[in-house]
């Protein structure tokens, strides 16, 4: 993951971490909104419940009341007393009834029965004969009496919220009068819009007897709630929060019970809106982020884009280009910095070519002049014992073959220089090792002798190896001299040679003081020397590189009491049809 | 009903000389009431004749009986004349209990609540205006004048009247409606002179309503009815 979005580029990087953010933003944003609506929504709906829980409580007692105000206000009238004296029915209807009627409100149910509840005149709207029947409920308030008793009554398919009211003459029970209402739908319908909404199911006997909901939902929802009572229940498709309250007859005892419903249906709705809002103006900011995003990234984004393409053109040393400065912020002053930087480097590299030419001048001139010394070393000495002594005739020759050989070394050392110069490749030929390493230790022989140093080459005749001829000559009396040098009081060198793995491996060893441990380190370096009364210090290093320019390489060994050791690997070569025997020869 | 009125014109033709019918008008003025003032109902209006000058009234006649039905919750008629002695009837022929009672001036009596198709008949041996109602429908209600002479008529809807054997003499003529005031019906005594003949037409009357103020009755217990338009209960 991390390293795909290290693969992207900085505009999308920072397009993606804008997006990112605002969605962070808006996800918390909106789970704190949405946290705070619902736990509002919920608190409201449960301070509606509790109000349409009273409003149900004051609108019965207030219902209970006028019945029993009425009932009471008929039971002290003289002229309905009289009628009710009668026992006639129609009598008691007709005195009772128009009161009732102009008294009560239209839906209210008015029954006239003896003491012992056998009806015998009825008004209002009675629903069914049920309630004609004889009514035991009389019996029952009887106990209340001469009080009222009010309470619900289940009578047939019906429930009654009544009011049983006694009516004396003297001290006899003369009749009893029985103000009902009907609960029905309209009684639960008018809670409903009295209430503002709230859902009412009135269940008696086992059954929904009114109720605003449908009858299967209605029924669902007691089913479930009696089953498990809690604070709110779902029908399947809408979830209510719900209030229970026991309906008692006129003897306390429970009969049936009324259910307040709150639908979260509204509270739901509120909340998808809500929640639909916040997805809105999460795309809004979206847009808008990304856009300005966008903008900014791309003038933050094209100026390192540019200041990409110079740095490759800098990594291509192309030190001319230069950045466009467009603007006065810090991708401006970097524009200029870079610019600055790369002028820098422009001329920091054309003074780095001025030295390194003038240092190649030094080293070549350096290189030529140390290589140049030895062989005119020869040539002087011998001049000037020609000049000096009176030499046989055999030590004139050598000498004269001395001073030969050492001008043709000068003569092939500047042919060497102008090759390098011309840039001439220098050529490889097939050589005997042992014959390469007696000329080059040839011109110190007479060195070694006036040292009492013997010099002992131990390289089997056949071991022929492709070579710079003179250039490894030099590689050898470059090592024997020096060791001569560390060896005035005389001692040994030997060079031996041995075939190993495709290479053939060298090693020069002198019984001297051994390298010193301070130039250990930078032993193949320009310019170092130790312990040396003249030299640049340019020997090893010329050295080595001829043997690196072979394809082999060169190092030094020290060992603890023990004189200095180098040993070159030279490769064989065999494709030039080099034969490489065992070394077994000896000088 | 034809062979009535026959009977009648064969007994005046046979009373004496000097019996007359008397007949007249009256109609009413000021009045609040709707049927009288949309459709000219003057019936209810009693008129009767005593003797002027201490004249002294035949005895002897047989006591009359009349009938006041109570039907469709009301007293029909709703004013009845009758002579001191008279008898009369309150037949209920409604399906429910009714009741009459008086306590007013005049006679005071209460026939107590009865069930319908049944009757009640009461003697009214005191003259005066009676005022009749029922205990148990505060509608209801009718006049009973109860006359120390036999000469009397009742109004019909025309405010026509007629009473019958009329001797010739000088007469106080004396009005009662239930709307007028006593001045009213002070003012409208006046003496009349029957002269012999078949028939004597008197001038028509006016008895104006004015300054009547309807005052709701008590029930027979002396409380009030509930009033028409319904209670308003205090909770």
Redesign the interface.
């Known amino acids: 993951m991390i390293a795909y979005f290290s693969r992207l580029s900085l505009l999308w990087k920072i397009l993606l971490s804008t997006s990112v953010a605002i969605t962070l933003l808006f996800a918390a944003m909106g789970w704190i909104v949405q946290r705070s609506a619902v736990e509002t929504t919920s608190r409201t709906l449960e301070d509606e419940i509790d109000a349409s829980f009273q409003a149900y409580e004051s609108l019965w007692k207030?219902r209970a009341?006028?019945l029993g105000?009425?009932s009471t206000?008929l039971s002290t009238?003289?002229?309905?007393r009289?009628?009710f004296?009668?026992g006639?029915g129609?009598?008691i209807q007709?005195?009772a009834g128009e009161?009732w009627s102009?008294?009560s409100e239209e839906r209210a149910i008015f029954l006239v029965t003896d003491a012992h509840g056998r009806v015998m005149a009825s008004a209002g709207p009675l629903p069914d004969d049920a309630l004609r029947q004889n009514l035991d409920v009389v019996n029952l308030a009887a106990r209340k009496f001469p009080g009222q008793a009010p309470g619900f009554l289940m009578r047939g398919e019906h429930l009654y919220q009544t009011v049983v009211t006694p009516v004396y003459v003297e001290t006899a029970l003369l009749d009893v009068l029985v103000a009902a209402y009907d609960v029905d739908e309209a009684v639960a319908k008018g809670l409903r819009s009295a209430t503002g909404g709230s859902e009412f199911v009135f269940l008696a006997g086992g059954r929904v007897v009114a109720s605003t909901l449908n009858a299967r939902a209605a029924a669902q929802l007691a089913a479930k709630l009696a089953q498990h009572p809690r604070e709110s229940v779902s029908d399947g498709a809408i979830s209510y929060a719900a209030r229970m309250k026991p309906l008692e007859d006129i003897e306390g005892n429970n009969i049936g019970e009324l259910l307040i419903l709150r639908s979260f249906e509204a509270a739901q709705a509120r909340l998808l809106v809500l929640r639909r809002n916040i997805i809105l103006l999460w795309l809004l900011a979206m847009g808008t982020g990304l856009a300005l995003t966008y903008a900014l990234a791309r003038r933050i984004v094209e100026p390192v884009k540019a200041l990409d393409r110079a740095a490759a053109e800098v990594a291509r040393q192309n030190y001319d280009h230069r950045v466009k400065v467009v603007s006065q912020d810090e991708l401006g002053r970097l524009a200029r910095t870079f610019n600055t930087m790369c002028a820098s480097i422009q001329q920091a590299r054309q003074e780095l070519i001025r030295q390194e030419r003038i240092s190649t001048i030094g080293r070549l001139s350096s290189s030529i002049v140390h290589d140049l010394r030895n062989p005119l070393a020869a040539v002087y000495g011998g001049a000037e014992m020609l000049v000096d002594s009176d030499l046989s005739m055999p030590q004139v020759k050598r000498l004269a073959a001395n001073m030969y050989r050492a001008s043709r070394r000068i003569q092939e050392l500047l042919q060497d220089l102008l090759n390098v110069s011309r840039g001439n490749a220098r050529c490889a030929e097939i050589c005997k090792l042992r014959d390469v390493a007696l000329a080059g230790c040839e011109p110190l022989k007479s060195t070694a002798e006036a040292q009492q140093v013997e010099v002992q080459i131990r390289i089997p005749e056949d071991l022929e190896l492709p070579l710079e001829r003179n250039r490894v000559e030099r590689v050898f009396s470059n090592l024997v001299g020096n060791a001569l040098e560390m060896m005035p009081e005389g001692g040994q060198v030997s060079i031996t040679a041995a075939a190993q793995d495709g290479f053939v491996v060298v090693e020069v060893r002198d019984t001297g003081p051994g390298i010193a441990p301070e130039i250990r380190d930078s032993l193949f370096e320009p310019f170092v020397s130790a312990g040396k009364k003249n030299g640049l210090g340019l020997g090893l290093a010329l050295s080595r590189q001829t043997v690196l320019d072979h394809g082999g390489d060169m190092w030094a060994e020290f060992e603890p009491g023990q004189g200095a050791c180098f040993r070159l690997r030279l490769p064989c070569g065999n494709r030039t049809g080099v034969t490489i025997h065992s070394a077994d020869a000896a000088r | 009903m034809t062979w009535l009125w026959r009977i009648s014109f064969s007994l005046g033709c046979l009373a004496p000389v000097w019996a007359a019918n008397v007949s007249g008008s009256v109609a009413l003025a000021d009045s609040r009431d709707p049927s009288v003032r949309r459709h000219k109902d003057f019936s209810g209006v009693v008129v009767w004749l005593t003797p002027a000058n201490g004249g002294s009234v035949p005895a002897g006649r047989q006591p009359s009986k009349a009938t006041m039905a109570q039907i469709e919750?009301h007293f029909k008629p709703h004013v009845l004349a009758i002579p001191v002695g008279g008898v009369v009837e309150f037949p209920n022929f409604d399906?429910?209990?009714h009741?009459a009672f008086s306590s007013y001036d005049g006679q005071v009596f209460d026939v107590h609540?009865y069930?319908?198709g049944t009757s009640r008949s009461v003697v009214f041996k005191l003259p005066g205006i009676v005022r009749v109602f029922c205990?148990?429908?505060?509608t209801m209600s009718a006049v009973i004048a109860v006359l120390e002479t036999p000469w009397f008529a009742v109004s019909g809807r025309s405010g026509n009247w007629e009473m019958h054997g009329v001797p010739a003499g000088q007469y106080k003529l004396h009005v009662f409606h239930e709307r007028a005031t006593e001045e009213t019906l002070h003012g409208l005594e006046q003496r009349v002179t029957i002269t012999g003949g078949d028939s004597v037409t008197l001038a028509p009357l006016t008895v104006s309503e004015a300054g009547y103020i309807p005052a709701p009755h008590k029930?027979k217990?002396g409380?009030d009815?509930?009033p028409p338009?319904?209670?308003s209960?205090?909770?």
């Open positions: 207030a009341t006028l105000s009425v206000l009238m003289s002229d309905v009289a009628a004296g009668t006639h129609p009598t007709d005195t009161l102009r008294l | 919750k399906p429910i209990y009741n609540l069930p319908p205990n148990i429908h505060p029930n217990y409380n009815y509930p338009g319904g209670y209960v205090t909770q």
